[in-house]
């Protein structure tokens, strides 16, 4: 950032405001990068260990959204028990 740069406040917001856009753009690309490898290294080891077809995989992933839904929907009433 370059602090020279800005004569008057409202400049130093700006340049401010535009470091902290790269910064998120290039973060938010690095770590989209990195949950893809690791995602495709953590399912290829899986498919290696646990075999599954696609239609198992399928009723996995939909029985783990129902039980999320359904733990986020109690959670949000306030249930403790």
Same mark, same amino acid.
Do not use: F, K
């Given at each position: 950032?370059?602090?020279?740069?800005?004569?008057?406040?409202?400049?130093?917001?700006?340049?401010?405001?535009?470091?902290?856009?790269? #910064? %998120? *753009?290039?973060?938010?690309?690095?770590?989209?990068?990195? +949950?893809? /490898?690791? =995602?495709?290294?953590?399912?290829?080891?899986?498919? #290696? %260990? *646990?075999?599954?077809?696609?239609?198992?995989?399928?009723? +996995?992933? /939909?029985? =783990?959204?129902?039980?999320?839904?359904?733990?986020?929907?109690?959670?949000?009433?306030?249930?403790?028990?």
């Amino acid at each position: 950032m370059d602090i020279a740069a800005a004569a008057t406040p409202m400049r130093l917001l700006s340049v401010n405001r535009s470091a902290a856009t790269r #910064q %998120v *753009l290039v973060l938010a690309a690095a770590v989209t990068a990195g +949950l893809a /490898v690791c =995602g495709h290294v953590v399912v290829g080891l899986l498919q #290696q %260990v *646990l075999p599954w077809t696609p239609e198992e995989a399928l009723l +996995l992933g /939909v029985g =783990g959204l129902g039980g999320s839904a359904a733990y986020r929907s109690h959670s949000r009433r306030g249930g403790n028990d």
